[in-house]
């Protein structure tokens, strides 16, 4: 059974920094074709932030590039989200997913960004 668990989320005010980790048990992140971050902030429609693939191609929303950085570290079986110069509108929930044949979703941590 795949589980994934994210951490690091928090209030922080508008320019500073997060990272946010996903940490997937019950299989290797290396056997997933993508990792991702996605986000739902209230009312609102749930979004991919950024996305790393298995040979660590990455792709960014146009609402974060430059400013956040997806990794992965399969020896920790790890997923990170950097996220600097933070802005108001990225306050929302995270979720870290990871996508195979299936796709598996973890339940997401806060980020509030104060202005």
């Known amino acids: 059974q795949v589980r994934l668990v994210e951490s690091g989320g928090g209030l922080v005010q508008a320019g500073g920094s997060l990272r946010l980790s996903c940490v997937a048990s019950?299989?290797?992140?290396?056997?997933?074709?993508?990792m991702a971050w996605h986000r739902q902030a209230p009312g609102k429609q749930r979004e991919l932030v950024a996305l790393?693939?298995?040979?660590?191609?990455?792709n960014y929303a146009d609402a974060v590039k430059g400013r956040f950085t997806i990794s992965r570290d399969n020896a920790q079986n790890t997923v990170y989200l950097q996220m600097n110069s933070l802005k108001p509108e990225d306050t929302a929930v995270y979720y870290c997913?990871?996508?195979?044949?299936?796709?598996?979703w973890g339940q997401g941590t806060q980020v509030t960004v104060s202005s």
């Open positions: 997913n990871a996508r195979q044949i299936s796709s598996y």
């Open positions: 019950g299989s290797s992140i290396f056997r997933f074709n993508t």
């Open positions: 790393i693939t298995s040979d660590s191609s990455t």
